[in-house]
């Protein structure tokens, strides 16, 4: 093709292009697929978007509803248990913490009280023997608190030992629970420990006791060792506080060595503050110290708590078995018993005691060599 036909044809053709390129309607429908294909990624992104909200909500309520369904199986309640442990008698509450652990599957933990100076041989005892595996807390119990508030005359100066009082202070010690579990340290549980921490609680009650007057066998029993079981038997009805209470003095009373406690009511209803009140009150009256119940711990309870408390399955507290090495308790009953209560001068550890074979069998030997058994003597 000669150059200058060439030259023509490429005009032309340029010509053609602009002519379409920059005419008004060629400009429009190039406009037009620019927006088509800008309105098509913003309907891409916007579905992208919503498809992963709703894999994302699926995700999160997949999340929540396995962490509602395994709360009730997975999330145990924790069953706290307080125990003192007295550095004289620091394998009693070994040997109960010991039948206690051993009887239930249950989420426990053990609040184990002692005074300072036997805190490094509480921790030792637990660490170095079968108890190792128990979930535990130690917690020193300041014996200043009781400051003026104890008579120095008892006709069982045990009973007069600061561990002895730690029940009036348990929401001071145990802090995060709602209901408690409080027990003396010369007891053995048979029964499953969750049984007695589902003691329902009436609403306004802030605690649960056994009735003396309850207890299977009780009448033949309190025959035998001439127990008391009514208000008469540890307070003094001579004064006229006592009478002012109200109280008919053939109430029936209770045991405060199992307690089952609501920690709310409690501290609402400043059951605290009220049972050192009575304390004190007994230093300047002496209504109590000297009764026959020797219940220095036992009698500010019953005025506090009279008729204001929720009961305990009976065979949750079988008790007595420490006032008379003469009496026992048939064989069978004690096998059906939940928890035995050596309660009294009479301690299965030492000599003269009864069914001292069923505590035994839960002793725990001191790593120590301190606390050894004497009851075989």
Known sequence: ???????????????TFLSRSFSPRWMHM????????????????????ILYKKVRKGAVLKDKADVDSESPEDMEEEIPVVICAAAGRMGAAMAAINSIYSN???????YVVGLRSTLPRIRKWIEHSKLREI????????????????????SRPELLQPLNFVRFYLPLL??????VIYLDDDVIVQGDIQELYDTTLALGHAAAFSDDCDLPSAQDIHRLVGLQNTYMGYLDYRKKTIKDLGISPSTCSFNPGVIVANMTEWKHQRITK???KWMQKNVEENLYSSSL???VATSPMLIVFHGKYSTINPLWHIRHLG??????????FLQEAKLLHWNGRHKPWDFPSVHNDLWESWFVPDPAGIFKLHHNR
């Open 135 to 154: 979930n535990f807390k130690i917690v020193e119990f300041n014996p200043i608190v009781l400051k003026g508030k104890i008579r120095p005359d008892s």
């Open 30 to 49: 190039a406009f037009l697929r620019k927006v088509n294909q800008v309105l098509l990624l913003l309907l891409v992104l916007t579905l992208c978007g």
């Open 104 to 110: 239930t599957d249950a989420n426990l933990v053990f």
């Open 174 to 179: 145990v802090h995060q629970h709602e209901k």
């Open 274 to 276: 009220q049972l050192e």
């Open 293 to 295: 119940g020797g219940g």
């Open 323 to 332: 006032w008379n090495p003469d009496a026992r308790y048939s064989e069978h």
């Open 1 to 15: 093709m000669p150059p200058s036909a060439a030259r023509t044809a490429e005009a032309l053709y340029l010509q």
